[in-house]
């Protein structure tokens, strides 16, 4: 069985309604962690946006992901690098985020609309609509939307940030 746009499938034939599937699986992904978990995970992560909004790149560089698999996706300093770029690794992070620091940032989450999504037992997604603020690479420090979406693994020393994905949202077209 597979899960196609919120139904259950099987060979391209539905088994069930779209809405029982959806909630079959949402509560399935739900129960994967308990309510201790999705605590301790959402006090991460506003403990990491408070980290970075006080550039303490000590403090953030302990919330993350000690993997090579560390993933952060974010502008590049010049568009010759290419706009947009995955940096891998902890340190590689630690790196980029300290070059972030040296300007203007800063991210202001809307709290009210997070979502913590179970992938595992040992893997969770936080979805959250932010601002973000940056004067990075000469760059007007201008707040843009953004939705921030984070996974993180659960390690002996706790949930650490495995990856920080921040997509841009267009602004809205013009009739």
Do not use: C
């Not at 609509?129 to 693994?153: D, H, N, R, S």
């Amino acid at each position: 069985m597979r899960v196609f746009w919120g139904a259950a499938t099987l060979s391209g034939f539905l088994l069930t309604s779209p809405t029982r599937a959806a909630h079959e699986v949402s509560t399935q992904y739900t129960m994967m962690i308990d309510s201790q978990d999705s605590v301790s995970i959402r006090d991460l992560y506003k403990t990491l946006i408070d980290k970075e909004n006080h550039h303490d790149l000590h403090a953030v560089s302990d919330l993350l992901w000690d993997s090579p698999s560390t993933l952060f996706v974010a502008k590049t300093a010049t568009q010759a690098e290419g706009g947009w770029a995955g940096f891998w690794s902890k340190d590689t992070v630690v790196l980029h985020f300290g070059e972030l620091f040296k300007g203007a940032f800063r991210i202001d989450p809307d709290y009210a609309s997070e979502k913590i999504v179970a992938l595992s037992k040992d893997v969770a997604q936080t979805y959250v609509p932010v601002q973000i603020t940056v004067g990075y690479a000469g760059q007007t420090p201008v707040p843009k939307p953004f939705l921030m979406i984070l996974e993180w693994v659960r390690t002996p020393d706790g949930w650490r940030m495995a990856t920080d994905i921040a997509l841009p949202i267009p602004p809205a077209a013009k009739p």
